[in-house]
Structures are given as structure tokens and as C-alpha cells.
């Protein structure tokens, strides 16, 4: 055995130890302080990401149960303003009958049914063009109108809702004829270099509030890189332009009015007037669908909204595409970009992409409703005024209350038996998920206590045991006394 006073290695191995205890423990401490197993991603790397993409598909179960609810809700309405749709289809029913009772009721008492039941056909009309879920219509045949692009090359999205020129949408083709295309802001610079390696003068030029500095070492080229680095914050792309001399182009990447081009530069490094700005401008097309009224024309403008590209162009009722570059480019006269389903509303019921349901609510005004019993007659031209009109009456309301039970009757079926079993289903999904999500991330406190306690006991243990390691070199005194 060797005794030293400068290097105590008992020393060092206690503190090691005592020190990895102590890491052990302050992880213990964090694990039993939050209840989680892995509190920071160094705590398991495997275990981090598979419990992530748990806790990511629980949030998106979450909103599909939310999203199936609100559906609830929605059908709940609309199966409200059927029955009372029903209710009067009923009433309007017994005064046919009544009606259609010529031995008895005269003129007076006939045209005081037809009256009543003119009443009845406004008040149908009114609940088929008022009722709304949230600013959704859901009875005019028009809830939740989708569009399906048929030229992806032209068209990157569209959105239409259930008005078009203030005329209901029906299912049909959506036509684009772009009349004037969107143009990109540019500046056209003036100062000319005989190279692309020339160098550029010293000092500075501001493109959209950034200001990009030249050195005095800069070549024309290192200044269009530099011009470029920073264009996803400015917006704006440098091209050197011609074949000699050369001047540099700046381009602003979006399409429209709302996206400019501003240059100061008062060194002359670029542009010769101290100060430049340029425009795009908007998109204008002409878009046809066909509504309750046929096919009509309407322009869009690009650039309505508030930082909207001029290649997105919309209406004022709301409806929008966003046409490709290639579409603003090379599109000649009408072409058909896309197909309309009317009277479909289309929902999320699961947390992934392609897990949705159309529903189809068919509209409900009098004209809609009894046709086919009679030709060319609806609830909306019954007369009950005549014999026959009674009981042409009778036939067309027996047919419109028929035509709504089944609409009532889809509805109920399309509510219980998928949107509540969705519901449940996802919910049982959930608990699942959630279980093993837990029994990756959560710690285990029973466990974890154990393992704090023995910890806390090893911490004091390497303390006592330090202590006396750091007394070892003093008994060399020892040997020193002997002397």
C-alpha cells in the first residue's frame, strides 16, 4: 500500500460516484416533481418521439370528436327546421281536404283556404332560406356546396360557398377565362457594369426596409447573392440582366398590387435615381357556374383580402380560386377548371387526411317539394280554388310530406348511426392512445420512489465515505511522527 499526499485517488472515485449520484437523484427529483418518466428528450430519444406522435394523433382525435359534434349539432338544426316544415306541410294538407269538400264550402270559404295556404308556402320558403348553422345555409340546397379541381395546373384551390352572383349554386362545371393576367413588381435598374465580377461601389441600398451593404470588395455578382439571401424576409429576388453590359432586375416573387418593389439607394450602386418603387398587378377573370338561374358570368379580381396575392381572385360573396403561375401564364380563353357539388357538406370525422363524410341536405323551398306527382306542379303552385286543384293538392302534399320523411329519415340515420358511433368509436380510440402515451411518458411513483429513496441513501452514503477518503493523506503524519 502507498501513501500520497498530493494525489488522493480514494478521494477521487468518491466524488465521482457521489457525483453521479447526484445526477440520479436530480432526475428522480424532476421525474417525481412533474410525474413524467421522460421530462427532456436526453431522458429516452426513442421513447420522446413515439410518445409525441401519440400525443399528436390524441389532439387530433380530440378535434375529430369535436368536429363530429358540431356535425351533430348541425343536423340537429336542420332536422328542427324539417319539422316544422312537416308541421305545415300537414296543416296545408287539411285545408286541401277541407277544400276539396265542393258540396259543401263556397267560394269565400276556398279562397280563404288558398290564402292561408299561400301563407304556408311563404313561410316554407322562409325556413328553407333562413335556416343557417352558424352563416352555413343548410336548407337551400346549397349547404356546404365543394369543389373538386379537374386542372391542378392551373388551379393549386378553390372555395365556394352556396351563393354565386346571389343565386344558388347547383352542381355543374366551374369555367375560368382570365381577361388580365397578374404581373409581378419589378425595377428595371440603370447602372450598367461591363462584368458581373466588376466591383460595386461602397455603401448601402435598402430593398423593402432591409438594407444590404456593400463592402467596396463586392462584385456585381456577390451583391445580387447578397440581395438574394435576404429575400424571404424583403420579398424581392436580384437578377442580372443582359449579355454586356449588365444591370440587375429586382423582382418581387409574389403576384399582385399589394406586393411591391421599394429601392433606396443613394450611392448609385444599382439605380441612379436615389429612390424607385414599382407595383404588380391583380389578376382579372371571368368565372362561370351554373345556379338556380343557369350559367352566369361573374368577374373575380385577385388581391381583394388583405395581403392576398393578385393570383388569388374572388368575388363579394366570398367564393375564391388561386390560380398557378402557369394558369396566369398560359391559360387562353374559358377553360374548365374544376366541378361543383352542390348540396353536400363535407366533414372531418377523423384526426388523418382522407377521413371525411358528405352529407347531403337537398333543398327544401315550396318549388323543390311534391314534384313529379303532377306535371309542371309543386307545393308551390297548388290552388285549391277548384275541385281538381283540391285534389291535385292532396297528391302533391302526400308526395312533399313522403319526399321530407326521407330527408328527415336520412338525416336521424346519418346522425346515429355514423356521427354518436363515430363519436364513441374515436373515443375509445382515444382512451387507448392516451394509455399508451402514459405508459411511455409517465412515470411509474411508486417505483420512482423506491428509487429515490435508495439514492438518497447512496448521496449520504458517498458523503460519510468522501469525508473519510479526504482524511487518508493525514495519516501519513503518522509515519512523519515516527521519525
Do not use: C, W
Not at 63 to 92: C, F, P, W, Y
Not at 318 to 332: F, K, P, V
Amino acid at each position: 500500500m502507498s501513501l500520497r499526499i498530493n494525489t488522493n485517488l480514494a478521494a477521487m472515485q468518491a466524488l465521482r460516484n457521489l457525483t453521479g449520484t447526484n445526477e440520479s437523484l436530480g432526475k428522480s427529483i424532476s421525474r417525481l416533481s412533474t410525474g413524467l418518466r421522460i421530462v427532456t428528450a436526453a431522458d429516452d430519444p426513442a421513447g420522446l418521439v413515439v410518445s409525441e406522435s401519440l400525443r399528436t394523433q390524441i389532439l387530433g382525435i380530440d378535434q375529430a370528436v369535436r368536429n363530429s359534434q358540431e356535425a351533430i349539432n348541425m343536423t340537429k338544426t336542420a332536422e328542427g327546421a324539417l319539422d316544422e316544415v312537416h308541421a305545415l306541410l300537414r296543416s296545408m294538407r287539411a285545408l286541401a281536404v277541407h277544400s276539396a269538400n265542393t258540396g259543401v264550402v263556397d267560394i269565400n270559404v276556398l279562397n280563404a283556404n288558398q290564402s292561408q295556404i299561400r301563407s304556408t308556402i311563404e313561410s316554407i320558403d322562409r325556413i328553407a332560406q333562413h335556416t343557417t348553422f352558424g352563416d352555413k345555409k343548410l336548407l337551400d340546397g346549397t349547404a356546404g356546396a365543394t369543389a373538386a379541381i379537374t386542372r391542378p395546373d392551373f388551379v393549386s384551390s378553390m372555395f365556394f360557398g352556396g351563393a354565386f352572383n346571389g343565386n344558388s349554386i347547383v352542381s355543374g362545371p366551374i369555367t375560368v377565362n382570365i381577361t388580365t393576367p397578374a404581373t409581378r413588381a419589378v425595377i428595371n435598374t440603370d447602372v450598367a457594369y461591363a462584368s458581373m465580377n466588376d466591383l460595386v461601389p461602397a455603401g448601402s441600398l435598402t430593398i423593402n426596409g432591409v438594407t444590404i451593404l456593400s463592402t467596396g470588395n463586392d462584385t456585381l455578382q456577390s451583391l445580387v447573392a447578397k440581395i438574394n439571401e435576404v429575400s424571404g424576409t424583403t420579398g424581392v429576388t436580384a437578377e442580372i440582366a443582359g449579355s454586356g453590359p449588365f444591370t440587375v432586375n429586382l423582382v418581387q416573387r409574389t403576384y399582385g398590387s399589394q406586393f411591391k418593389v421599394n429601392l433606396v439607394d443613394t450611392n448609385d450602386i444599382l439605380n441612379t435615381a436615389p429612390t424607385a418603387s414599382a407595383s404588380g398587378t391583380d389578376a382579372i377573370a371571368d368565372v362561370t357556374v351554373t345556379t338556380t338561374e343557369g350559367a352566369e358570368t361573374v368577374t373575380f379580381q385577385g388581391g381583394r383580402g388583405a395581403g392576398e396575392s393578385g393570383l388569388t381572385i374572388s368575388d363579394s360573396f366570398g367564393n375564391s380560386i388561386t390560380l398557378t403561375e402557369n394558369a396566369n401564364l398560359n391559360m387562353s380563353g374559358a377553360t374548365q377548371v374544376g366541378q361543383l357539388q352542390a348540396g353536400a357538406v363535407q366533414i372531418q370525422f377523423g384526426p388523418s387526411v382522407n377521413q371525411t363524410v358528405q352529407l347531403s341536405i337537398p333543398s327544401v323551398f315550396a318549388r323543390d317539394l311534391g314534384t313529379g306527382v303532377v306535371p309542371g306542379e309543386s307545393i308551390a303552385t297548388l290552388d285549391v280554388t277548384t275541385k281538381q286543384g283540391a285534389e291535385n293538392a292532396i297528391r302533391i302534399i302526400d308526395a312533399a310530406i313522403d319526399q321530407l320523411s326521407r330527408i328527415r329519415g336520412d338525416l336521424g340515420s346519418f346522425q346515429k348511426d355514423f356521427l354518436e358511433s363515430n363519436v364513441r368509436s374515436l373515443a375509445i380510440a382515444r382512451e387507448n392512445l392516451t394509455a399508451t402515451e402514459s405508459q411511455i411518458r409517465d412515470a411509474d411513483i411508486a417505483s420512482e420512489m423506491t428509487e429515490y429513496t435508495r439514492l438518497q441513501i447512496l448521496q449520504q452514503t458517498g458523503m460519510a465515505v468522501l469525508a473519510q477518503a479526504n482524511q487518508l493523506p493525514a495519516s501519513v503524519l503518522q509515519l512523519l511522527r515516527g521519525q
